[in-house]
Protein backbone atom coordinates (compact mmCIF):
# COMPACT_ATOMS: atom_id res chain seq x y z
CA UNK A 1 0.00 0.00 0.00
CA UNK A 2 1.22 3.52 -0.76
CA UNK A 3 1.58 5.28 2.52
CA UNK A 4 4.26 1.21 3.86
CA UNK A 5 7.19 3.03 4.28
CA UNK A 6 10.08 0.53 4.33
CA UNK A 7 12.29 0.36 7.28
CA UNK A 8 16.08 -1.71 7.13
CA UNK A 9 17.31 -3.38 10.27
CA UNK A 10 20.69 -4.51 9.89
CA UNK A 11 22.80 -6.31 13.12
CA UNK A 12 26.30 -4.86 13.27
CA UNK A 13 28.97 -3.96 15.19
CA UNK A 14 31.75 -0.97 14.77
CA UNK A 15 34.30 -3.28 13.49
CA UNK A 16 32.34 -3.68 10.81
CA UNK A 17 29.85 -0.89 10.10
CA UNK A 18 30.68 0.52 6.54
CA UNK A 19 29.57 -2.51 5.10
CA UNK A 20 26.93 -3.38 7.26
CA UNK A 21 25.42 0.54 6.71
CA UNK A 22 25.74 0.56 2.87
CA UNK A 23 23.47 -2.54 3.26
CA UNK A 24 21.13 -1.00 5.34
CA UNK A 25 20.97 2.60 3.23
CA UNK A 26 20.32 0.18 0.32
CA UNK A 27 17.48 -2.04 2.09
CA UNK A 28 16.01 1.49 3.64
CA UNK A 29 15.12 2.70 -0.37
CA UNK A 30 18.77 4.53 -0.45
CA UNK A 31 20.05 7.99 -0.93
CA UNK A 32 18.34 10.17 -3.64
CA UNK A 33 21.92 12.31 -3.43
CA UNK A 34 22.64 14.06 -6.47
CA UNK A 35 26.74 14.70 -7.53
CA UNK A 36 27.67 18.08 -6.59
CA UNK A 37 24.65 18.34 -4.29
CA UNK A 38 25.05 20.09 -0.69
CA UNK A 39 24.22 17.44 1.85
CA UNK A 40 23.50 18.36 5.94
CA UNK A 41 24.49 15.53 8.19
CA UNK A 42 22.81 16.37 11.83
CA UNK A 43 24.28 14.44 14.35
CA UNK A 44 23.41 14.32 17.72
CA UNK A 45 26.23 16.05 20.80
CA UNK A 46 23.43 16.25 23.57
CA UNK A 47 25.84 16.61 26.59
CA UNK A 48 29.72 16.03 27.57
CA UNK A 49 29.65 12.44 27.06
CA UNK A 50 32.06 9.74 25.56
CA UNK A 51 31.39 7.81 22.63
CA UNK A 52 30.91 4.74 24.47
CA UNK A 53 28.35 5.82 26.49
CA UNK A 54 26.17 5.40 23.72
CA UNK A 55 24.58 8.81 24.70
CA UNK A 56 26.30 10.97 21.23
CA UNK A 57 27.22 10.50 17.58
CA UNK A 58 29.98 7.88 17.49
CA UNK A 59 32.83 9.19 15.45
CA UNK A 60 33.42 5.37 13.66
CA UNK A 61 29.65 5.76 12.13
CA UNK A 62 29.71 8.99 10.92
CA UNK A 63 32.82 8.00 9.23
CA UNK A 64 31.35 5.33 7.54
CA UNK A 65 28.41 7.37 6.54
CA UNK A 66 31.21 10.25 5.25
CA UNK A 67 32.74 7.49 3.43
CA UNK A 68 29.74 6.13 1.81
CA UNK A 69 29.21 9.30 0.33
CA UNK A 70 32.51 9.91 -1.12
CA UNK A 71 32.49 6.94 -2.68
CA UNK A 72 28.94 6.48 -4.57
CA UNK A 73 29.13 10.28 -5.63
CA UNK A 74 31.03 13.02 -6.81
CA UNK A 75 31.33 17.03 -5.62
CA UNK A 76 29.55 16.86 -2.76
CA UNK A 77 29.62 19.73 -0.36
CA UNK A 78 29.43 17.94 3.25
CA UNK A 79 28.43 19.77 6.30
CA UNK A 80 28.25 18.13 9.59
CA UNK A 81 25.75 19.77 11.85
CA UNK A 82 24.21 20.38 15.41
CA UNK A 83 23.18 23.44 17.78
CA UNK A 84 24.13 24.45 21.10
CA UNK A 85 21.85 23.46 24.03
CA UNK A 86 21.49 23.83 27.99
CA UNK A 87 24.08 21.75 28.29
CA UNK A 88 25.66 20.88 25.10
CA UNK A 89 28.49 22.95 23.59
CA UNK A 90 29.29 20.88 20.28
CA UNK A 91 32.17 23.01 19.08
CA UNK A 92 34.01 21.84 21.43
CA UNK A 93 32.86 18.20 21.81
CA UNK A 94 34.08 17.76 17.87
CA UNK A 95 37.70 18.62 19.50
CA UNK A 96 37.17 16.81 22.25
CA UNK A 97 35.98 13.37 21.03
CA UNK A 98 37.62 12.78 17.98
CA UNK A 99 35.93 14.31 15.21
CA UNK A 100 37.69 16.82 13.37
CA UNK A 101 40.48 14.57 11.85
CA UNK A 102 37.25 12.61 10.44
CA UNK A 103 35.67 16.06 9.01
CA UNK A 104 39.16 16.44 7.68
CA UNK A 105 39.56 13.04 5.97
CA UNK A 106 36.49 12.88 4.43
CA UNK A 107 36.27 16.68 3.24
CA UNK A 108 33.42 17.69 5.64
CA UNK A 109 32.92 20.97 7.28
CA UNK A 110 31.61 21.65 10.37
CA UNK A 111 28.76 24.27 11.18
CA UNK A 112 27.13 25.34 14.42
CA UNK A 113 23.32 25.67 13.52
CA UNK A 114 22.99 28.12 16.36
CA UNK A 115 25.80 30.49 14.82
CA UNK A 116 24.51 29.76 10.76
CA UNK A 117 22.11 32.34 9.07
CA UNK A 118 18.53 31.69 9.66
CA UNK A 119 15.24 32.08 7.67
CA UNK A 120 11.75 31.89 9.02
CA UNK A 121 9.33 29.87 7.84
CA UNK A 122 5.97 29.25 7.94
CA UNK A 123 4.54 25.97 8.91
CA UNK A 124 1.36 26.22 11.24
CA UNK A 125 2.57 23.83 13.42
CA UNK A 126 1.59 22.67 16.59
CA UNK A 127 3.48 24.72 18.83
CA UNK A 128 5.11 27.17 16.32
CA UNK A 129 3.40 29.13 13.54
CA UNK A 130 6.51 30.78 11.97
CA UNK A 131 9.85 28.78 12.96
CA UNK A 132 13.40 30.49 12.89
CA UNK A 133 14.90 27.85 10.31
CA UNK A 134 18.89 27.52 9.74
CA UNK A 135 19.22 28.80 6.33
CA UNK A 136 21.53 25.94 5.45
CA UNK A 137 18.70 23.04 5.19
CA UNK A 138 16.29 25.54 2.58
CA UNK A 139 19.25 24.07 -0.20
CA UNK A 140 20.50 21.05 1.33
CA UNK A 141 19.67 16.92 1.18
CA UNK A 142 18.98 16.22 5.00
CA UNK A 143 20.86 12.80 6.61
CA UNK A 144 19.99 12.54 10.59
CA UNK A 145 22.14 10.07 12.33
CA UNK A 146 20.33 9.73 15.59
CA UNK A 147 21.17 7.59 18.62
CA UNK A 148 18.94 4.88 19.46
CA UNK A 149 18.29 6.20 23.43
CA UNK A 150 15.78 6.29 25.90
CA UNK A 151 14.48 9.84 26.97
CA UNK A 152 13.17 11.00 30.67
CA UNK A 153 11.04 13.46 28.66
CA UNK A 154 9.95 11.63 25.34
CA UNK A 155 10.23 7.56 26.24
CA UNK A 156 12.58 7.32 22.96
CA UNK A 157 14.99 9.72 21.19
CA UNK A 158 15.92 8.79 17.76
CA UNK A 159 14.97 10.68 14.24
CA UNK A 160 12.09 12.72 15.01
CA UNK A 161 13.85 13.88 18.58
CA UNK A 162 17.25 14.38 16.77
CA UNK A 163 15.43 17.35 14.28
CA UNK A 164 14.26 18.90 17.63
CA UNK A 165 17.85 19.36 17.76
CA UNK A 166 18.30 21.66 14.89
CA UNK A 167 16.37 24.35 16.02
CA UNK A 168 19.25 27.12 16.99
CA UNK A 169 17.86 28.11 20.06
CA UNK A 170 20.43 27.67 22.94
CA UNK A 171 18.28 26.93 25.86
CA UNK A 172 15.61 24.77 24.26
CA UNK A 173 14.51 23.59 27.70
CA UNK A 174 11.79 26.00 27.66
CA UNK A 175 10.23 23.81 25.41
CA UNK A 176 10.01 20.78 27.50
CA UNK A 177 6.60 21.52 28.78
CA UNK A 178 5.38 20.79 25.10
CA UNK A 179 8.21 18.97 23.71
CA UNK A 180 5.97 16.63 21.23
CA UNK A 181 3.98 19.67 19.48
CA UNK A 182 8.00 21.01 19.16
CA UNK A 183 9.43 17.94 17.61
CA UNK A 184 6.81 17.70 15.41
CA UNK A 185 7.01 21.28 14.05
CA UNK A 186 10.78 20.79 14.07
CA UNK A 187 10.42 17.88 11.51
CA UNK A 188 7.87 19.92 9.96
CA UNK A 189 10.47 22.77 9.13
CA UNK A 190 13.13 20.27 8.36
CA UNK A 191 12.06 16.98 7.72
CA UNK A 192 14.96 14.84 6.80
CA UNK A 193 15.22 13.17 3.79
CA UNK A 194 17.07 9.82 4.86
CA UNK A 195 17.61 8.47 8.45
CA UNK A 196 20.21 6.25 9.94
CA UNK A 197 19.85 5.32 13.36
CA UNK A 198 22.56 4.17 14.81
CA UNK A 199 21.97 1.18 17.95
CA UNK A 200 25.21 -0.13 18.10
CA UNK A 201 25.98 0.93 20.86
CA UNK A 202 22.17 2.68 22.10
CA UNK A 203 21.34 3.91 25.38
CA UNK A 204 18.34 2.91 28.15
CA UNK A 205 16.98 3.21 31.23
CA UNK A 206 15.26 6.30 32.87
CA UNK A 207 18.44 8.77 32.46
CA UNK A 208 18.43 9.20 28.73
CA UNK A 209 18.76 10.42 26.59
CA UNK A 210 22.57 11.64 28.13
CA UNK A 211 22.62 9.57 31.33
CA UNK A 212 21.36 6.41 30.92
CA UNK A 213 22.72 2.66 30.95
CA UNK A 214 24.94 1.67 27.67
CA UNK A 215 22.96 -0.65 25.86
CA UNK A 216 24.43 -2.66 22.68
CA UNK A 217 21.65 -3.31 20.90
CA UNK A 218 24.43 -3.99 17.79
CA UNK A 219 21.84 -2.68 14.84
CA UNK A 220 21.36 -0.50 12.57
CA UNK A 221 17.85 1.17 11.21
CA UNK A 222 17.71 2.98 8.13
CA UNK A 223 14.73 4.23 6.02
CA UNK A 224 13.37 7.39 4.45
CA UNK A 225 10.82 8.28 6.60
CA UNK A 226 11.31 9.47 9.84
CA UNK A 227 7.98 8.45 11.55
CA UNK A 228 8.33 4.76 10.09
CA UNK A 229 11.68 5.11 11.39
CA UNK A 230 10.66 5.55 14.53
CA UNK A 231 8.16 3.51 14.94
CA UNK A 232 10.33 0.60 14.20
CA UNK A 233 12.82 1.89 16.78
CA UNK A 234 10.20 2.09 19.23
CA UNK A 235 9.26 -1.61 19.13
CA UNK A 236 13.11 -2.39 18.70
CA UNK A 237 13.47 -0.43 22.45
CA UNK A 238 10.48 -2.34 23.93
CA UNK A 239 8.08 0.49 23.47
CA UNK A 240 4.71 0.61 21.82
CA UNK A 241 4.79 3.46 19.69
CA UNK A 242 1.01 4.10 19.72
CA UNK A 243 2.02 5.46 23.12
CA UNK A 244 4.53 7.96 22.05
CA UNK A 245 2.99 11.47 21.49
CA UNK A 246 5.45 12.96 19.49
CA UNK A 247 5.26 9.66 16.67
CA UNK A 248 1.44 10.03 16.88
CA UNK A 249 1.41 13.78 16.63
CA UNK A 250 3.89 13.27 13.85
CA UNK A 251 1.80 11.16 11.67
CA UNK A 252 -1.34 12.43 12.09
CA UNK A 253 0.59 15.84 10.95
CA UNK A 254 1.55 14.39 7.61
CA UNK A 255 5.37 14.26 8.92
CA UNK A 256 5.38 10.98 7.85
CA UNK A 257 3.35 7.20 8.50
CA UNK A 258 3.38 4.60 10.99
CA UNK A 259 2.95 1.73 8.60
CA UNK A 260 6.06 -0.17 7.93
CA UNK A 261 7.63 -2.59 6.15
CA UNK A 262 10.80 -4.12 7.52
CA UNK A 263 14.03 -5.78 5.63
CA UNK A 264 16.85 -7.06 6.38
CA UNK A 265 17.05 -8.54 10.02
CA UNK A 266 13.33 -8.68 11.45
CA UNK A 267 12.03 -6.46 15.10
CA UNK A 268 11.74 -9.88 16.95
CA UNK A 269 15.63 -10.81 15.87
CA UNK A 270 17.52 -7.84 17.40
CA UNK A 271 14.77 -6.88 20.42
CA UNK A 272 16.19 -5.31 23.36
CA UNK A 273 15.31 -4.34 26.63
CA UNK A 274 15.64 -0.43 26.75
CA UNK A 275 13.06 0.18 29.30
CA UNK A 276 13.13 1.24 33.16
CA UNK A 277 11.50 -0.51 35.41
CA UNK A 278 8.22 0.65 36.85
CA UNK A 279 8.86 2.33 39.68
CA UNK A 280 11.44 4.67 37.84
CA UNK A 281 8.00 5.32 35.14
CA UNK A 282 6.00 5.93 38.23
CA UNK A 283 9.11 8.58 39.66
CA UNK A 284 8.77 9.89 36.22
CA UNK A 285 4.99 10.23 35.68
CA UNK A 286 5.02 12.31 38.81
CA UNK A 287 7.70 14.83 37.60
CA UNK A 288 5.82 15.47 34.37
CA UNK A 289 3.01 15.92 36.54
CA UNK A 290 4.78 18.46 39.33
CA UNK A 291 6.14 19.91 36.14
CA UNK A 292 2.45 20.73 34.26
CA UNK A 293 1.33 22.51 38.08
CA UNK A 294 4.18 24.96 37.82
CA UNK A 295 3.18 28.02 36.49
Known amino acids: MKDVKCVSIVRSGYDHVYTNLRRAIHLGGGLNVKDHESVVIKINLCDFRTPETGAITHPIFLEAVLRYLRENYQGLKIYVVESDATVARPDLFIRWFGFLPILQKWGAVWRNLSKEKTVTKDINGLYFQKLEVPQ ?51 NLAMRPNFCIVDGIIGMGGSQGPAFGVPLPAHVIVAGGDPV ?61 YLQSRVK
Open 228 to 288: AVDTVCARIMGFNPFFIGHIQKAAKSNVGSTRYKVLGNQIKEVKANFRWSILEAFVIKVGE
Open 136 to 186: IFEDSYCITLPKMKTSSVTKISCALKNQFGCIPTRRKIVFHPKIDDVIVDA
